[in-house]
């Protein structure tokens, strides 16, 4: 068994927020769309999920194709099934997230910042090819640094 662990930074402008979390089910794009649109009036979004099976596709939507484009590119990059980002401007995470966490396929919010932030990314190589995701905020670095299990540090 392989371990290998990688920083990831969320790309993204100063004035763009993001949430990072994990969901089950491929109709969870529309669903979080519906969220967004409900949570905020002009909210500007973009949303991208990564599949785990099949062709794991990248499904994505939003009321903004430069958000939508961004997140998609971020979403690649980490390369887990299961998980979807949202970035959004014109909100603040505090103003959407209780209707992204009620999402039913939602299973966990990882993060919800307007800060800059990375992952502390974990791959766990084995047979099945499965995949850990762990985020540190970037506020968290400094000690992430000291508790790093790996001794590598971000």
Known sequence: MELELECIAIEKDEDISAILGHAGFIKM???LYEAMVGSVPGVKFGIAFA???G????RSDGNDDGLRR???SNILRIAA?????I???EAYPINVINNVRNVSEVAAIYC???NPYKLSWQRQRTAAQSSVLSMVSHRLQQKARTISRAGQSC
């Open 51 to 53: 599949e785990a099976s």
């Open 29 to 31: 794009v529309e669903d």
């Open 70 to 72: 961004l997140a998609e």
């Open 55 to 58: 062709p794991r596709l990248v």
């Open 81 to 85: 099934g299961h998980t979807f980002l």
């Open 112 to 114: 919800a910042t307007s």
């Open 87 to 89: 970035l959004f401007r």
